[in-house]
């Protein structure tokens, strides 16, 4: 069933802060390149890429409904980096908002009565849950390592190994 207007408002921005996140990513990725730390870059491109499928699911569960999926303006991503520490932090600070976005959507969809969207969103609360967890883990070894050149090219070495993002056979 088609969504409200006003619904289809908010996951339109929804649609615009996940491109928005996977260009955030890509940018720490190139600050990483340039420290030739190709694992981590690689780690932060495959999230970039991650971003891109959540938008997608999105705009299918728009189109899907008869609603119209609209993209709207995104942001330079404005990352500082001066470490490797801020990289990652600046990666949790992105991905905290992303989650009270899609809570503030999931009270949206209640306060609408909008039951079709609610097992997208409780798959993002769910995803956010992870994407927040992995990235606040990250940054905790890479406090622990701290200026450890050879501790962090360890990391680097076992960030490489992320092939793509995590499980996408889900709802939409
Ligand atoms: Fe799509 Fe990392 O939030």
Redesign the pocket.
């Known amino acids: 069933m088609r969504m409200s207007t006003a619904l289809e408002a908010d996951f339109n921005a929804q649609i615009t802060l ?1 491109l928005e ?1 996977a260009v955030v990513y890509r940018q720490l990725a190139i600050e990483m390149d340039m420290r030739d730390l190709r694992g981590m870059a690689t780690w932060l491109r495959r ?1 970039a890429e ?2 891109n499928r ?1 938008a997608e699911k999105f705009i299918d569960h728009l189109t899907d409904r008869g609603n119209h999926a609209v993209i709207g303006t995104i942001p330079s991503p404005s990352v500082s980096v001066s470490s490797v520490l801020e990289c990652f932090e600046t990666a949790r600070a992105h ?1 905290e908002r ?1 989650s009270t976005a899609i809570r503030s959507l999931y009270r949206q969809s209640e306060a609408t009565d909008d039951l079709d969207s609610r097992p997208l969103l409780t798959w993002f609360l769910t ?2 849950l992870e ?1 927040e967890a992995k990235v606040d883990e990250i940054v905790g070894r890479v406090g622990m390592i701290a200026g450890d050149g050879p501790g962090l090219l360890r990391l680097d070495a076992e960030m490489s190994a992320r092939s793509t993002g995590s499980a996408d056979t889900d709802a939409r």
């Open positions: 996940e996140s999230q991650e971003e959540h991905e992303v995803e956010q994407e």
